[in-house]
DNA sequence: ACTCTAATGTTATATCATTACGCTTGCTTC
DNA sequence: GAAGCAAGCGTAATGATATAACATTAGAGT
């Protein structure tokens, strides 16, 4: 195997703001948050999450068309991720089961389906939000 | 309980033309195709469509930002629906599974999160498309 | 030095979705 | 029937998200 490759700094730029922040940010809030780095486009955010989001270090959630930090000490595409994402607050909680991707996994095999990319996505209310209402 | 009113005439377009579709369409597409009929504007067909998927007419893929007619005979929001998606051909397999939903249950009951909306969505290759590969 | 790959910078454009406002329709209530 | 209400509609403008195209730069491997 190979060095790790270090980050460029765009992909550290992108990722420090997605790891300062407690909820998902899209393109444009990075950019935003960004800009006083110098980064004018968006395109300059996109090409960071898209390498981030191959490496593990950030996933997007299709539903919010936004961005986190991936949560779990990186995950390099292990398997099936599910994202519990609380509609109140913003907060985002990974987790990975495994009969949960078996049981996909079993579906799709008996289907003949072959999945390239797996997204499950729980938006609801957080246990803390859920106290508070 | 009461009848279950009709659809309007927009409604009943928008279901029409993704019922005829064999793929997702974007809500710019179902528009494209329904000029003829009078619509303009992209709000009557977000209108028509947000009505139907409260209804469980149709279903928005959040991955793909595009939406299909239902195809498991109305499924009237029941429950947590998986969908297959072939970034081949386009085809949508949708399915439910039992144990599926019972681990996500579990999972959130387990942590306090209270679901609200659930998203599970495959994609790849569908089983026609992969013996053409 | 040559080549290959990844990343970058910039401009312009494509695609997806909502806000705002006012009108019409059907229904309910006085 | 008039008044009030809710859902739907039409239209224009705008906002939000994402990519295409093209030229350039930096580093690794030979
Ligand atoms: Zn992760
Ligand atoms: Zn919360
Ligand atoms: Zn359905
Ligand atoms: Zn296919």
Redesign the pocket.
């Known amino acids: 195997m190979?060095e790790p490759?270090p980050?460029?700094?765009?992909?550290t730029l992108v990722l420090d703001t997605l790891s300062a922040e407690h909820a998902p940010l899209?393109?444009?809030?990075i950019l935003d948050r960004l800009r006083e780095e110098?980064?004018?486009?968006?395109?300059?955010?996109?090409?960071?999450l898209?390498?981030l989001t191959e490496r593990g270090l950030a996933h997007?959630l299709?539903s919010?068309?936004?961005?986190v930090a991936c949560a779990g000490d990186d995950c390099h595409r292990s398997g099936v991720i599910g994202f519990a994402i609380c509609e109140k607050c913003g907060s985002v909680a990974e987790f990975s089961d495994f009969v949960l991707r078996q049981r996909l996994e079993g579906w799709a095999d008996r289907q003949g389906f072959h999945p390239h990319e797996t997204t499950i996505e729980m938006r609801g209310m957080c246990a803390a939000c859920s106290v508070a209402a």
């Open positions: 190979s490759k980050l460029t700094r765009n992909q899209s393109a444009y809030d110098g980064l004018k486009a968006p395109l300059q955010v996109y090409r960071a898209e390498t997007r299709e919010l068309n936004a961005f």
